[in-house]
Nanobody
Framework: QLQLVESGGGLVQPGGSLRLSCAVS????????IGWFRQAPGKEREGVSC????????YSPSSVKGRFTILRDNAKNTVYLQMNSLEPEDTAIYYC???????????????????WGQGTQVTVSS
């Protein structure tokens, strides 16, 4: 059974950093692209980063590019989202998701992902 568990969220001041983790079980990461998404109250779910199964391709939209970095450690079956220079607008529940997609492709479109974690809250506030 595929399972994804996010951790590492919390309260941080503007300009601070957090590292989110997505631990997966029930499958091996080698054949899956992983995406990170967020959803703020009253807003649609937004993709913030993805990484291909090969790790050769990553993508982040302009809203977070240069601030967020996605990394994967297949040996630990874990994917990380390093978030720096956090802004109040980054406040949301953050989710990781898996897409069985082998190779150099990943997407930040939620509809392409079939397995999701339960989310972790990130709050950026002074």
């Amino acid at each position: 059974q595929l399972q994804l568990v996010e951790s590492g969220g919390g309260l941080v001041q503007p300009g601070g950093s957090l590292r989110l983790s997505c631990a997966v079980s029930g499958f091996t990461l080698d054949y899956y692209a992983i995406g990170w998404f967020r959803q703020a109250p009253g807003k649609e779910r937004e993709g913030v980063s993805c990484i291909s199964s090969s790790s050769a391709h990553t993508y982040s939209p302009s809203s977070v590019k240069g601030r967020f970095t996605i990394l994967r450690d297949n040996a630990k079956n874990t994917v990380y989202l390093q978030m720096n220079s956090l802004e109040p607008e980054d406040t949301a529940i953050y989710y990781c998701a898996a897409d069985r997609q082998y190779g150099d492709y990943c997407s930040v479109w939620p509809d392409e992902y079939s397995s999701w974690g339960q989310g972790t809250q990130v709050t950026v506030s002074s």
